[in-house]
T-cell receptor, first 114, second 115 residues
């Protein structure tokens, strides 16, 4: 049981390049989330998904797209990377819908946009 | 809208001393509150959570937190700090929306433990 895994662990992009971050979970969780973490700002929600085939915007969605074609995978895409997207990206998942549910986090992807 | 304030972005304690990390929340509905810990270069791990069952919540690694509605606080404590407690700690509040549970995080407190 690997929990939540993220690929890649680290990536350097040039401005304007595109890339996809992959999140996978093996806990059969319905809900998945993408956050970004920036110094002094905590974690902020980018997009989330309440089930296979569904996605919704979070707090800071601009410049990102997501897809949830399979229940266990949640992809985060950057179509045209900008230096402001330099950050650490965390994926999380939870089993049930209630606000008391624990979110389980992956190890993160460090992205540097030059 | 809900929010979380963590007082003190950096806290330093001596090994064996009391750890106190402060968290105050704002929520228009009864909140669910979480403390997560992040060790260097790792993801976030749940320490403990308040779900209204008991105001004093015990978590892993000897940490506990007390929910005080009158003070809108959920401070994290540990009686005796260990070197392995050095990490960043995040307080978060959760409210139910139409789409899953949304966590709102504080800005984090970096805990340093000195010999």
């Amino acid at each position: 049981n690997a929990g939540v895994t993220q690929t890649p662990k680290f990536r350097v992009l040039k401005t304007g390049q595109s890339m996809t971050l992959l999140c996978a979970q093996d806990m059969n969780h319905e809900y998945m989330y993408w956050y970004r973490q920036d110094p002094g700002m905590g974690l902020r929600l980018i997009h989330y998904s309440v089930g296979e085939g569904t996605t919704a915007k979070g707090e800071v969605p601009d410049g990102y797209n997501v897809s949830r074609l399979k229940k266990q995978n949640f992809l985060l895409g950057l179509e045209s990377a900008a230096p402001s997207q330099t950050s650490v990206y965390f994926c999380a998942s939870s089993y049930l819908r209630g606000p008391q549910e624990t979110q389980y986090f992956g190890p993160g992807t460090r992205l540097l946009v030059l | 809208a809900q929010s979380v304030t963590q007082l003190g972005s950096h806290v330093s304690v001596s090994e064996g001393a009391l750890v106190l990390l402060r968290c105050n929340y704002s929520s228009s509905v009864p909140p669910y509150l979480f403390w997560y810990v992040q060790y260097p270069n790792q993801g976030l791990q749940l320490l403990l959570k308040y779900t209204s069952a008991a105001t004093l919540v015990k978590g892993i690694n000897g940490f506990e937190a007390e929910f005080k509605k009158s003070e809108t606080s959920f401070h994290l404590t540990k009686p005796s700090a260990h070197m392995s407690d050095a990490a960043e700690y995040f307080c978060a509040v959760s409210v139910h929306t139409g789409g899953g549970n949304k966590l709102t995080f504080g800005t984090g407190t970096q805990l340093k433990v000195e010999l």
